[in-house]
Nanobody, 126 residues
C-alpha cells in the first residue's frame, strides 16, 4: 500500500523560503514520476515540478529558477525547495507519484496521478 505523507508548508513573507517534504511509504524501487502540484480555490490542480526516475526534472514556467525538486533515496522522501516566494505562490500543495515497471520510459508528467499526498498549505504574504 503506497502512502504519501507531506510535511512543511506554512506562512511566510514574500521573498522568503519554505521546504516541503513528502515521505513515500510502500514504495519499491521502480521507474517513477514524482511531483508537486498546487491548487487554489476555484481552479484546477496544476503541476509545479516533476522528477523522473531517470533524473529528469521539469518545472512550470512560473516557478523556474525559484523552486527545486529533489529526492533523498535513503529516506524515500521527495522535497520541494521554494525560494523567492511570491504571494501568487499561495496555494495548497500536493505531492504526487506514479510507479511503473522498471525500465519503462516515463513521460515528464505525473498526470494522470495514481497517488496523492494529503496536501499542505503555503501562504505567502506581501
Amino acid at each position: 500500500q503506497v502512502q504519501l505523507v507531506e510535511s512543511g508548508g506554512g506562512s511566510v513573507q514574500a521573498g522568503g523560503s519554505l521546504r516541503l517534504s513528502c515521505t513515500i511509504f510502500g514504495y519499491t524501487h521502480s521507474s517513477y514520476c514524482m511531483g508537486w502540484f498546487r491548487q487554489v480555490p476555484g481552479k484546477e490542480r496544476a503541476e509545479v515540478a516533476t522528477l523522473l526516475s531517470n533524473g529528469g526534472t521539469r518545472y512550470a514556467d512560473s516557478v523556474k529558477g525559484r523552486f527545486t525538486i529533489s529526492k533523498d533515496n535513503a529516506k524515500n522522501t521527495l522535497y520541494l525547495q521554494m525560494n523567492s516566494l511570491k504571494p501568487e505562490d499561495t496555494a495548497m500543495y500536493y505531492c504526487a507519484a506514479n510507479f511503473y515497471p522498471r525500465g519503462t520510459t516515463v513521460l515528464p508528467t505525473c498526470l494522470p496521478t495514481n497517488y496523492w499526498g494529503q496536501g499542505t498549505q503555503v501562504t505567502v504574504s506581501s
